[in-house]
Nanobody, 119 residues
Framework: VQLQASGGGLVQAGGSLRLSCVASGSVFRINVMGWYRQVPEKSRELVALITDAGTRYGDSVKGRFTISRDKAKNSAYLQMNSLKPEDTAVYYC???????????????WGQGTQVTVSS
C-alpha cells in the first residue's frame, strides 16, 4: 500500500494549510490514518489520527488542527489553522489496516510534505 501526501508549502503565521493523503494499492480496509511530523534532530511526533472510534490530537495542535477522512477515497485530510512557526516540520502520513479479506495487515508511511510557517 502506497501513501501519497500533498498540500504542504510556505505560509505566514496565522495562516492555514490543508494536507491530503491518499492510499493506493491493495487496500481492503484502513483501520487508522494519521499525520506525524518531524524536525531535524528530533523524533517524529503525533499530530493527529483518526479511526472509526474517533480522533486523537497532539497537545500542541489541539483546537487548531482538524483531521478528517473519506473512506470511499481511502483518504485523510489535515486542516491546519492558526499556524505557528513552531509547526514548521516535514509532515508524514501514516495508515494501518488490511490488504485483503484474509486480514493480511499493512502499515505504510507517505513520503513527507514540508510545511514552513514564517513569522
Amino acid at each position: 500500500v502506497q501513501l501519497q501526501a500533498s498540500g504542504g508549502g510556505l505560509v505566514q503565521a496565522g495562516g492555514s494549510l490543508r494536507l491530503s493523503c491518499v492510499a493506493s494499492g491493495s487496500v481492503f480496509r484502513i483501520n487508522v490514518m494519521g499525520w506525524y511530523r518531524q524536525v531535524p534532530e528530533k523524533s517524529r511526533e503525533l499530530v493527529a489520527l483518526i479511526t472509526d472510534a474517533g480522533t486523537r490530537y497532539g497537545d500542541s495542535v489541539k483546537g487548531r488542527f482538524t483531521i478528517s477522512r473519506d473512506k470511499a477515497k481511502n483518504s485523510a485530510y489535515l486542516q491546519m489553522n492558526s499556524l505557528k512557526p513552531e509547526d514548521t516540520a516535514v509532515y508524514y502520513c501514516n495508515a494501518d489496516g488490511f490488504k485483503d479479506s484474509d486480514y493480511n495487515s499493512f502499515g505504510s508511511w507517505g513520503q513527507g510534505t514540508q510545511v514552513t510557517v514564517s513569522s
